[in-house]
């Protein structure tokens, strides 16, 4: 079995990492290297984390999960700890077609306080930044790999635990491209136009796409952002008025691939949800869908299916890619209750044999600690096709814009599946959705 040590992608993500910048307050930096022996780590978080049968404690904390694909194995994983420490985890999971950035500050503001809670890095995490407790000199800090890290490094302080590696762009059905006849990859626009004609002509459904707007929103957009010159100065320059989306020349043959993917998919695109999407592609509806590793769990439900992944060409310049990054981010709420066990749980997370075999086995996670290793079949063949694109792979850049940007962009992506209006006016508003955030 090929094993796949996260040490492979500390050199791979650092390319990424140098074109993602050092974004808003110098957050692109990497994390420092503490002792392993942290004052800041409490007692629960060494010996008594092994011990499977831990006297129960008074002692309960409540994380507010993003990661809906992991939902079922998050809660046997608490379950776990439980058995081992003693201390009860509730865990309370949104995402998916939920507005899960609304739905914490809706939680926080009526007064319930997680103790740990998930947000990405740049600009997403600045509202947490009265919340989010200092991590680096907790004893795992030293082992995440740079470029993981630096999205939620401020002012050299780690203030919170990267989840996973990940990384997306078009993942296909094998046994589907053979029954097609397509015995060539596509790298470019035109190659990939003419794997879907022969998948219609084979009577396959070439594209499983969703209507949800982070989906289409964040993830298809970064692929335009990702591809500029300077992808930070390009952003940075949104915001200021001094480039714009509309006109810009990535964005426009950008378009051609979304039309692609657009025009060939399921007939009921328009009211399809991220689950149905995922589903309608396990059942062998579709040859390919737009979506990461991270739902190589909700495939293997369906159907063990042998999965490849294409990098995503906007042009026949044959400079196609993956787009990689840390998933999110595990912040430890310090006006929370238990801060303290917060922490002792991300420590078990990531050294206890418990721990890991959920973060590779269950979660088919990538890790972003470089001393947890794990093999193909630990995180799946998506996660493995991951591991061996990062080198050439693009960056996540839409956490550099604050929250509203994104949910503006979505809408807008939205109106344009559904033929409500066209290209000239979808580039505006993804200009306008950035402007009316930045000034407010």
């Given at each position: 079995m ?15 990492a140098a ?8 957050n692109g ?14 007692p ?8 499977p049968a831990?006297?129960k404690?008074?002692v309960?904390?409540k994380i507010f ?10 809660n046997q994983l608490?379950?776990?700890?439980e ?20 739905l914490?500050?809706?939680?926080i ?12 890095g ?13 991590l ?12 993981a ?15 996973n590696?990940?990384?997306y ?8 491209f053979?029954?097609?006849g397509?015995?060539e990859?596509p790298?470019?626009?035109?190659q ?11 009577g ?8 949800e707007?982070w ?6 957009i ?11 100065k ?7 008025g001094?480039s714009?989306?509309k ?10 691939y979304v ?5 060939h ?12 999407q995922?589903?309608n592609f ?14 190589q769990?909700?495939i ?11 990098p995503i ?10 787009y ?5 981010f ?6 929370s ?5 917060a922490?002792a ?15 590779t086995?269950?979660f088919?996670f ?18 493995a ?8 792979a ?6 550099r814009?604050?929250d509203?940007v994104?949910?503006g ?17 979808l ?7 950035i402007q009316?955030?930045?000034?407010k």
């Amino acid at each position: 079995m090929k094993r796949f040590s996260t040490l492979f992608l500390i050199a791979a993500l650092t390319v990424v990492a140098a074109g993602c910048g050092s974004g808003n307050n110098d957050n692109g930096g990497s994390a420092a290297s503490p002792s392993a022996e942290s004052p800041a780590a409490s007692p629960s978080a060494s010996g008594a984390s092994e011990s499977p049968a831990a006297e129960k404690k008074d002692v309960s904390i409540k994380i507010f999960n993003f990661k809906v694909e992991i939902a079922d194995a998050f809660n046997q994983l608490a379950e776990e700890y439980e058995k081992e420490t003693g201390v009860k985890v509730e865990v309370e999971t949104h995402g998916g077609g939920e507005d899960y950035n609304a739905l914490l500050k809706a939680e926080i503001a009526s007064g319930s306080e997680p103790e740990i809670f998930n947000a990405e890095g740049f600009a997403a995490l600045e509202p947490y930044y009265d919340r989010a407790t200092d991590l680096t000199n907790e004893p795992w800090a030293k082992d995440v790999i740079p470029a993981a890290a630096g999205p939620a490094t401020v002012d050299g302080k780690l203030l919170g635990m990267p989840m996973n590696i990940e990384g997306y762009g078009i993942i296909y059905n094998k046994e589907l491209f053979n029954k097609a006849g397509i015995t060539e990859l596509p790298k470019t626009l035109t190659q990939l136009t003419d794997v879907v004609k022969k998948l219609e002509a084979a009577g396959i459904t070439p594209f499983s796409t969703t209507n949800e707007w982070w989906s289409i929103g964040h993830h298809t957009i970064n692929v335009a952002l990702a591809e500029q010159a300077d992808p930070v100065k390009f952003i940075e320059d949104t915001k200021t008025g001094a480039s714009t989306i509309k006109g810009n020349e990535v964005f426009g043959k950008w378009l051609n691939y979304v039309d692609l993917v657009f025009n060939h998919s399921q007939k009921d695109k328009l009211t399809t949800d991220y689950a149905t999407q995922v589903a309608n592609f396990a059942s062998g509806k579709t040859a390919m869908i737009q979506q990461g590793n991270w739902i190589q769990g909700d495939i293997d439900k369906v159907a063990k299916l042998d999965l490849g992944l294409l990098p995503i060409p906007i042009d026949d310049g044959g400079n196609s890619r993956i787009y990689t990054g840390p998933a999110n981010f595990w912040i430890v709420n310090s006006k929370s209750k238990h801060p303290e066990e917060a922490k002792a749980f991300l420590n078990w997370l990531v050294s206890s044999e418990t721990g890991k075999k959920y973060l590779t086995k269950e979660f088919k996670f990538i890790p972003a600690l470089a001393t947890i290793p794990a093999t193909t079949e630990d995180i799946g063949q998506l996660g493995a096709a991951v591991s061996e694109q990062a080198k050439t792979a693009g960056g996540w850049h839409w956490g550099r814009y604050p929250d509203g940007v994104i949910q503006g962009w979505g809408a807008a992506m939205q109106e344009y599946q559904g033929g409500q209006i066209d290209k000239d006016k979808l580039l505006e508003k993804l200009d306008q959705a950035i402007q009316d955030i930045v000034k407010k």
